[in-house]
């Protein structure tokens, strides 16, 4: 079993890339022979924001990382970022609890391989 983690930065809005990473969790969540870890930080915390209203048609992350978490995959939204963003828990989706350092530090050391965007 591959271990991947994918460490987001972007905003959930208005950066592909943070979509794009998003998208490639979710496929990679369905496979067999990985376990996916997403960390949160920076403004891709708001990607975690329960109850986000999108255009019809358009994605919500916030959905999205549920579905990922649905297939196995575990979400981890930096606490710092949050707090600089006036975010709390209780803004987040269940999925995705606040975290630190620590957990980002002993995901990256478990993971075989670590993509960042």
Aim: charged share 25%; proline share 3%; glycine share 8%.
């Amino acid at each position: 079993m591959k271990k991947i983690l994918l460490i987001l930065n972007g905003p959930a809005y208005g950066a592909d890339e943070t979509f794009n990473a998003v998208r490639l969790a979710v496929a990679l969540s369905r496979r067999d022979d990985a376990e996916v870890k997403v960390f949160l930080m920076g403004d891709a915390v708001t990607c975690a924001v329960a109850g986000q209203k999108t255009p019809d048609g358009y994605y919500a992350l916030d959905r999205m990382l549920t579905g990922f978490a649905r297939h196995g995959g575990q979400v981890a939204c930096c606490g710092t970022c949050l707090d600089a963003r006036g975010l709390t828990e209780d803004n987040l989706i269940d999925v995705a609890p606040r975290s630190t350092m620590d957990t980002l530090a002993a995901w990256t050391v478990e993971a075989d391989d670590v993509l960042t965007f």
